[in-house]
């Protein structure tokens, strides 16, 4: 068993992907629920800021780190168990590797989370944004969060109507906030289902093989493979990124008007051409979900660097460490875009990875886009 130990100026860039920021002022690595129990009892002592900390494969820190508590949940394990209706509920608890879920269920020829594939960081983290990709997204599977309420320390159990989720969006990333520690999820899965192939990039990966019906085996293996090309998956060589550093635009009529006239005065026919094949993609509630990608493609940004940080040639979503990199640098980098795909095409870009240890005043200097 793990000794539950507070340390100081715990070094957090090995903790990230990205692989950019400074040190933690206390570090405490949390298997049991009396660890958690501890640690915020700590924090509350010392009057500490508290963060919890999973894979690190969505946030930046600063490069002066984080001045308070990091509490990192360790402890992994996945139980498999028969349910109801042909379902299968998967138990697994917060720090167990989101993609070792897949691998499982996968493995074990379960359906939900196939498309899920090869995205990082730990399992409790992964309701937080409620990840998603290529057409699956956890909340379609998700039955319960078992978490620990940050104030009180009280256990409870969360549904998914609790948990709010939307698009990279839930409770604990917005009216909740830093409320809640996730301790464990149960996840139903299906027996028998069919392969989702609505996204043209894994439809055409079969197409191209001649593979009408994928196994989901096959899946697994063509969403890795698509992904890594993209957005490289995290190694221990040197560099790193965090993903989508921005999130996809999801415009109403009155917004998606906006973007359309933007892109006829600042852009080619060709540009607005393609805008009209985005709109013709099926979006929700009448929503166009537009890519930002394309918005950083088309206003030239693609292989744009600042310091050692630069915009993904192969998916400009995605901003690199390039080995040296510098918070500061990829900070003044997503200003950069921010500001040049509002001032061409008048839509503002948020940002998806969570910032962790800057101020107010440097959020602001860097990613004020008016
Ligand atoms: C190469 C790459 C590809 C990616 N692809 C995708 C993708 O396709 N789709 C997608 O949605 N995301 C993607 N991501 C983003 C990221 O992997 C996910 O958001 C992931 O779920 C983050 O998990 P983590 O453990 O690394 O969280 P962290 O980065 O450690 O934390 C993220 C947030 O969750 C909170 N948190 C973490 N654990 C807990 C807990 N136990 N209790 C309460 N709060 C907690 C943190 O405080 C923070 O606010 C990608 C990232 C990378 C680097």
Redesign the pocket.
Known sequence: MIHFEIKRDEPLKPF??FKVGGPAACFAGAATREDFLAALRFARDERLAV?????????LVSDNGFPGLIIH?VHRAVAIEAAENQKVMLRVE??ET?DNVVGRAVAEGLYGIEN?S?????S???I??????YGQ?ISDVFASAT?MQARSGNVMKLSAADCGFGY?KSI??SSA?NE????QLELALNRHGTPDLRYPDVRNYFNERAIESPSIQQVREAVIQI?DRK????REEKG?????FFKNLVLHEAEFKVLRDNIRRNFSAAESERLEQIRKRPGADGAVKVPTAFLIEICGLKGYREGGARVNEAQPL?LLNDGGATAQDVLTLAGFVRRTVYARTGMTIEL???LVGFTLKEVEKHLVVE
């Open positions: 990230t992907t963060f919890v900390l999973g894979g690190g494969s969505n946030i949940p917060a720090a989101w899920l090869h995205i990082p960081g730990q409790g983290a992964a937080v944004q409620n990840i998603g990709a997204q978490v990279r604990f990333n906030k809640f520690i996730i301790l992904r957005f490289p998956f995290p790193g990124n965090a993903g989508s995605v998806e990875p969570e």
